[in-house]
């Protein structure tokens, strides 16, 4: 059976973008007798506000989306994903970070040729080379710092693996695709603060509900390379994916919760049915 799900951020409507999203796996799971989660994303407490909370879900009951219940909220599962890192430290993957942007800006800047990712230059594992008594005493000391995974480690343990990409990535990918346990360099899972990033996070909760297929928008393709890496470390199931091109604006960008104008709560104030909406975005009626 496929499972799917929609899992959106509590920090503002949703807009158009979102609906394609949403609207793509629900029809993926229920065209073939599947279930459709929906998940709320809320680990930033500081940003998500619960009126958005509740006019996402008014929002895909409006689109007439059947979802499970209850729903599914990231901040109430914290303890979740401090086992998963315990089960990562226990495997000596992880290593506390105390550089600051401007620490790590320097050194990248002092570097004759910094390695870059998806999202620009990486981490140049400054922290990676401190010794146990420079990490405790700055632990103890009580400075800010971020839990890294060390990506190196991780690519010996795990070894050469893929994941399935069911739709097409960017670049026209599709089926197994090689992972680069390197390609974000020794990403932040969690901070001092924040118990877990948004790929560690993701990829404990799609293990938990059973997400058997990850379906979400082209720009997310590279994050399969480092959630493929955490499910292979934590021992989880791998879920196939499904990435599809992003819903553009008439300028050619991205829809942003900024765009008030193609929020969903807007149009339908405006009149808009599900139907035309699923016309806009090029789904059949249902």
């Avoid at 909370?53 to 409006?62: G, L, N, S």
């Avoid at 315990?86 to 992880?94: G, N, P, R």
């Avoid at 000391?141 to 070894?159: E, K, N």
Wanted: hydrophobic share 40%; charged share 25%; aromatic share 8%.
């Amino acid at each position: 059976m496929i499972v799917t799900r929609f899992a959106p951020s509590p920090t503002g409507y949703l807009h158009l973008g979102h609906a394609y999203a949403a609207i793509f796996a629900h029809d993926r799971a229920r065209e073939n007798g599947g279930r459709f989660l929906l998940r709320l994303e809320d680990i930033d407490l500081t940003r998500v506000r619960p009126e958005f909370a509740d006019a996402i879900v008014e929002d895909i009951r409006w689109l007439k989306l059947e979802f499970e219940v209850p729903v599914l909220s990231q901040s109430t599962r914290f303890d979740a994903y401090r086992a998963a890192l315990a089960c990562l430290d226990s495997q000596d993957l992880l290593y506390p970070c105390f550089c600051t942007r401007s620490d790590i800006a320097r050194e990248i800047a002092r570097a004759i040729e910094a390695p870059h990712g998806p999202n620009g230059p990486l981490y140049p594992g400054t922290c990676r080379a401190l010794t146990a008594h420079e990490r405790e005493s700055k632990m103890n000391a009580d400075s800010a710092y971020a839990l890294r995974l060390d990506t190196q480690a991780a690519a010996r343990r795990i070894g050469p693996i893929t994941f399935l990409e069911e739709g097409a990535g960017p670049n026209g990918e599709r089926g197994h695709v090689p992972v680069d346990p390197l390609l974000f360099g020794d990403v932040v899972l969690a901070r001092k603060d924040i118990p877990a990033s948004y790929h560690l996070a993701v990829v404990v909760d799609d293990a938990f509900q059973g997400v058997s297929l990850v379906t979400r928008g082209n720009d997310l393709f590279a994050a399969a390379h480092i959630q493929r890496v955490l499910q292979a470390l934590l021992g989880y199931d791998a879920p196939a994916y499904a990435h599809h091109a992003l819903i553009l604006d008439e300028n050619g960008r991205k829809f942003s919760k900024r765009d008030r104008s193609v929020t969903l709560k807007v149009l339908r104030e405006a009149g808009e049915t599900p139907a035309d909406v699923r016309a806009r975005l090029g789904f059949t009626s249902r």
